[in-house]
């Protein structure tokens, strides 16, 4: 049994009256579950009132928006799984932005006299009380350091941290319910997405964290013309209020004014899809909020990205994976794909290949029917994730903020330069970092690397080895294995045993024979019949050294 907190309780009923007020109560009672008691519906009076609402998908995200940022976060990461949701629903959530009106700019002033401990005139030599943005989180305010240095102040929302806590206990308590009582809930594995989400919007509540984000990816194009992080001024970084410096681009989303700039559209569509790889493949660590609120593009058409609350980071075994899957599918190779994701563990380990292959043939081969450019990779993922749903690929929560964002970057590339290519600009880079992972430079590299490790062990090396034989020679090395490791290779004993054994009779029985059949030719008086009883152990020696012999799967 759940027990509520009085704070919950409230959420849940302006939760509810805020799906009534969208006409989403319908929608919900549509579902499989809740349809045997749809009926109530009719009882409510407003079912009588309200007009046409317009189209569902618009009217979920109204309420979203309006449930405040858990919600709109969710519903932005809800948008990349198009093979969970309807068409119109992804469309609209895929819209979703968190902007919101702004907090009094008094209690803004409070929280940063707070944070520094003193007043603001001494901290700023100007300070604008009108915020430049506001959004779920927090709002920005321009101001100005002594010495006349433009910057922007981030300030977090006041008391946004509880109402984030109690939204995700809901989120939790409804992934319980879903991974208890949905068919799909052991896939989809809701409580470990929930999980994922409430880390990553927790970590946005830290400033002091986003700041060290910003430094890092600063640091990372320091020496790169295509991106430019602002600098972070780190004497006034704290937990809940930020100083960084001022920017000033063109809004990515003005594509008119990018045209009246002179900006070559082609050339920064494609910028775009290597900054993105660049900082998977080469940094692992990518922005994962790439929406177009928080990319600006400079006069030069130099990329400025802002807000650095979620980046995102993969394995390296994930990094590999993801590469290889990439190329292989750029040469159309799926019985590869369908090797690597067994490999991976992003299906089940006895899925039959063969089968998968056919099934990611099936889904791949219309599509690379068409020009590159028409070819959207965000849609194949999607067709791709609802073939994989018959082989049980489980969801992997390490990967959404990826795909999330490869979905944003191709949809941006596509706006800004709708004849892109995103295989052709993807694939030269894929190629070459996997070269360099685990071809012959790889190999030189991770060398060059761990020298130093190995120049500390090598002179224990030949003491280690002399120690192994020593103790092989007087019986006292042991070799722990695994249970399941240990079965199997008793078993495999067992069967060559029985293997050995099974030779020894059948080249007996030959051997029988041999010498019988020459008896019988030098003495055939003596044995009358011994040719039948030769041939006859010699056919049953043959038989029992066949059946003994291994196949090809032992």
Not at 314 to 330: G, H, I, P, Q
Not at 449 to 468: D, G, Q, S, T, Y
């Amino acid at each position: 049994m759940v027990i509520f907190k009085p704070a919950q309780l409230l959420r849940i009923l302006y939760i509810n009256v805020v799906l009534v007020k969208h006409g989403l109560d319908e929608i919900i009672l549509a579902t499989h579950l809740l349809r045997p008691i749809r009926f109530i519906q009719y009882l409510a009076p407003w079912y009588w009132i309200r007009g046409d609402q317009g189209p569902r998908g618009v009217r979920i995200r109204l309420a979203l928006e309006e449930l405040g940022p858990i919600f709109v976060k969710f519903g932005q990461i809800l948008s990349t799984r198009e093979d969970l949701l309807a068409q119109d629903i992804a469309e609209e959530l895929a819209r979703l932005q968190d902007k919101v009106s702004p907090f009094p700019a008094h209690q803004a002033i409070e929280i940063i006299e707070a944070a520094y401990g003193k007043p603001v005139s001494e901290i700023f030599e100007n300070f604008e009380e009108s915020p430049l943005a506001s959004a779920s989180i927090a709002q920005v305010h321009a101001a100005t350091l002594a010495g006349g240095r433009q910057v922007i102040v981030k300030v977090l929302r006041p008391n946004i941290e509880k109402q984030i806590r109690c939204d995700v206990g809901l989120l939790y308590y409804i992934a319980a319910l879903a991974d208890r009582f949905w068919s799909e809930g052991k896939r989809m594995r809701p409580l470990e997405v929930v999980a994922q989400y409430e880390q990553t919007i927790l970590d946005e509540l830290d400033f002091m964290r986003e700041a060290a984000n910003a430094s890092q990816l600063r640091r990372n194009f320091s020496d790169n013309n295509k991106l430019y992080v602002p600098e972070i001024h780190w004497p006034l970084a704290r937990r809940n209020v930020m100083v960084m410096e001022r920017i000033h681009g063109i809004p990515i989303s003005n594509i008119d004014a990018l045209k009246t700039s002179g900006i070559d559209l082609k050339q920064l569509a494609e910028a775009g899809v290597e900054i993105f790889f660049t900082q998977v493949f080469r940094h692992n660590f990518f922005h994962a909020d790439m929406h177009p609120g928080n990319i600006f593009v400079s006069p030069e058409g130099k990329y400025i990205a802002v807000d650095f609350g979620i980046m995102g980071s993969l394995s390296t075994e994930d990094k590999r994976y993801l590469a290889e899957n990439f190329v292989a599918f750029f040469n159309r190779d799926y019985y590869r794909v369908a090797e690597l994701h067994v490999e991976s563990g992003w299906v089940p380990s006895g899925t039959r290949i063969d089968e998968f292959e056919a099934a990611i043939r099936t889904v791949c081969e219309p599509i690379f029917q068409r020009p590159l450019k028409d070819i959207s990779f965000g849609q194949l993922l999607v067709r791709l994730f609802q073939t994989a749903q018959r082989f049980e690929m489980p969801i992997q929560p390490q990967l959404i903020l990826l795909q999330k964002t490869l979905l944003n970057i191709e949809g941006l590339g596509r706006r800004l330069y709708p004849e892109l290519d995103l295989w052709t600009t993807a694939k030269p880079f894929l190629e070459r970092w996997l070269d360099e992972q685990i071809g012959i430079r790889g190999f030189i590299r991770s060398l060059r690397k761990n020298a130093p490790m190995i120049a500390e062990k090598l002179p224990e090396i030949p003491l280690l080895i002399h120690e192994v034989f020593e103790k092989a020679n007087t019986g006292k090395l042991k070799v722990r294995l695994a249970d399941d490791e240990l079965q199997r290779v008793q078993q495999e004993i067992r069967r060559a045993n029985r293997r050995t054994h099974s030779a020894i009779v059948g080249a007996a029985l030959l051997i029988s024979a041999a010498l019988i059949f020459g008896l019988d030719g030098y003495q055939p008086q003596m044995l009358a019949g011994v040719p039948i009883l030769s041939w006859a152990l010699g056919g049953l020696g043959t038989l029992i050294l066949l059946f003994s012999w291994p196949s090809d799967g032992e």
